[in-house]
């Protein structure tokens, strides 16, 4: 344990994550893939909370842009999160991890409902807590729901993974002469309106002062070399 400089973390994993090479859904090669990941930390009492997107199977915006009530695509949204955090939940179990789902929006028989003080206690007792359903309400994102999560839960650092190994000045997909950052300024992510996660995120992170690490989730060993305050990825600090 004495290795680890986080002892306590949220992980933001999005739900395109979970598609792994397919299009649509749940790939659960990637399932089993994130659970031997976070496994070893697990053992050693790292205390990990997880926050899970929901686009690989629906998002708001684009229920919005086809027409639909933004309200009510953001609704099917959070509950895409809640089948994303449910398949998380059965992996980490499979690889003989104890772990919780705790929704924003309350579904007794399927999950705990999201109470504060509760998943402090489940992270203390060594449970992996995963918080489903975003923030529960309409027009947020799941990256400003791990933000709130990260600050309630007092968490030492927001790890960000995504299919992007860091921050960049431009999009390195399309731009080949792309810089990617080591660290950068919360003020710049936010002046330069560069796509870490959205300005509400970023800006709750900014005011508690919450470190964030941007890594690819494909990498080797990824979470635990995270955990273990390697200059992986891109970090965004004060
Ligand atoms: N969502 C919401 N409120 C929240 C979190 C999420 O309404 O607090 C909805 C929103 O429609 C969003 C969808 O859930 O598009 C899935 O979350 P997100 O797009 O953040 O997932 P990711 O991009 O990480 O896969």
């Known amino acids: 344990m004495s290795d680890y400089k986080y002892k306590r973390v949220l992980l933001k994993l999005s739900g395109e994550a979970l598609m792994g090479s397919k299009n649509f859904g749940i790939d659960p090669v990637v399932l089993k893939k994130i659970a031997s990941d976070i496994r070893p930390a697990y053992e050693d009492g790292v205390q990990i909370a997880v926050v899970v997107g929901g ?7 684009s229920g919005a842009a086809a ?13 895409a999160t809640v089948i994303n955090s449910l398949a998380l939940q059965d992996s980490f179990e499979h690889a003989g991890m104890h772990c919780r789902v705790m929704s924003a929006i309350e579904m ?7 109470i504060r003080r509760r998943a402090i206690r489940h ?17 947020f994102t799941t990256d400003t729901a791990a933000a709130l999560r990260a600050c309630e839960i007092g968490a030492e650092v927001l790890m960000k993974a995504t299919k992007v190994d860091g921050i960049y000045d431009a999009d390195p997909v399309t731009n080949s002469d792309a810089k990617k950052f080591d660290t950068i300024s919360y003020a ?19 005011d508690n002062h919450m470190p964030i690490m941007v890594f690819d989730l494909d990498g080797d060993q990824i979470f635990e070399r995270a955990l273990r305050g390697e200059a992986i990825g891109t970090t965004v600090v004060e």
């Open 123 to 139: 992270l203390e007792k060594g449970r992996i807590t995963i918080f489903a359903a975003g923030t529960g309400n309409p027009y």
């Open 108 to 114: 007794h028989q399927v999950s705990e409902t999201y």
């Open 67 to 79: 027409g639909m009530d933004r309200a009510q695509g953001d609704n099917m949204g959070m509950l």
């Open 55 to 61: 686009g690989n199977i629906f998002r708001g915006l």
């Open 188 to 206: 710049e992510v936010l002046s330069r309106n560069l796509h870490v996660m959205d300005a509400t995120a970023t800006a709750l992170c900014k």
